[in-house]
């Protein structure tokens, strides 16, 4: 369900949970990670003997997340706020993306073969740690979170800053939408929710021209670039202090699309890009878009 190229789904989870910008912010760490971090992160894995416990609290809180099987026709009030809250992906789907795709550059061979050095495999699970910690902070208690989270937290200040996130070629346009959400006004904001609103009423084309700039975003390699767009954007949403009931009902979509679509903006058609950039044109202003 999760996954680099679906990044947008993921974003979507996150700018929904309390803890998703902390683990958007794991995520672009671990979009910069290098091979000389990784023994940093691999000496502050705690043993199996600390760890298990952890995990056994895990696969617990896991079964607590909201989930739309706990729908009740009979209550309208509660499926609309479980509709706004619960994620469409799961622990494990997070799980896999990270091992599997956040850090596919760690493996070795293909298929069955496949396999990652004892260090990278430690890095690896140490990053692993540290996302789900905060995926589930709604359902881990505080000291489960902090013991999960540590050893990230004490390899974080023995590594470099990292390499800036590189954005593409249209870095400068991305990070100025970025910027503009930021610093979001209250009129700025009634603008978004109402741009969202009629974009939603009249979604036709929509779809397809997501799955365009997805699809150029992956024959172009600008796949880690267009996640990283997106993980940027729930920080966004979050410091813009957008309701959580806006960004459920199309906000969020919204501007997911249009972030995908200047990732790839030389990729796509200008039918395509002004389907996905018009919406957010029409609340913000073209100030931005340069």
């Known amino acids: 369900m999760y996954s680099l190229v679906s990044a947008p789904v993921l974003g979507f989870d996150l700018t929904r949970l309390t803890g998703g910008s902390a683990t958007a912010e794991v995520m672009l760490r671990g979009l910069r990670l290098q091979a000389a971090d990784l023994p940093v992160l691999a000496d502050r894995l705690p043993d199996e003997g600390v760890r298990g416990p952890l995990w056994v609290e895990v696969e617990s809180a896991a079964r607590r997340m909201p989930s739309l099987k706990g729908l009740n026709k009979d209550d309208a009030a509660g499926s609309l706020a479980l509709v706004e809250r619960a994620p469409i992906g799961t622990v494990d789907s997070l799980l ?3 091992r599997y795709d956040v850090m596919a550059w760690t493996w070795t061979g293909t298929g069955r073969d496949a396999q990652q050095s004892e260090v990278a495999a430690s890095a690896t699970a140490l990053l692993c740690d540290a996302a ?6 709604e359902v881990l208690d505080a000291d489960t979170r902090r013991g999960l989270g540590a050893g990230w937290v004490a390899a974080m200040r023995k590594l470099p800053t990292g390499a800036p996130i590189d954005l593409g070629p249209h870095h400068y346009t991305v990070s100025a939408l970025l910027d503009r959400l930021r610093s979001l006004r209250s009129n700025d904001l009634s603008r978004l929710i109402a741009s969202a609103e009629d ?26 670039t267009a996640a990283a767009a997106q993980m ?15 960004r459920a009902g199309g906000v969020w979509n919204m ?5 995908q679509a200047l990732v790839v903006r030389d990729l796509l058609d200008t039918s395509t890009a002004h389907r996905l950039l018009a919406p957010v ?9 340069g």
């Not at 036709?204 to 390699?221: C, E, F, K, N, R």
């Not at 940027?232 to 806006?246: E, M, S």
């Not at 501007?255 to 972030?259: H, Q």
């Open 132 to 137: 789900v910690a905060s995926y589930l902070r």
């Open 199 to 224: 974009s939603r009423r009249n979604a036709g084309g929509w779809s397809p021209a997501v799955h365009s700039a997805s699809w150029a975003a992956y024959l172009s390699d600008r796949v880690r």
């Open 255 to 259: 501007l997911s699309g249009a972030v």
């Open 232 to 246: 940027l954007l729930v920080q966004a949403v979050d410091t813009a202090g957008i309701p959580l009931a806006d």
């Open 96 to 98: 896999t993306c990270l």
């Open 281 to 289: 044109v029409a609340a913000l202003g073209p100030a931005w878009l």
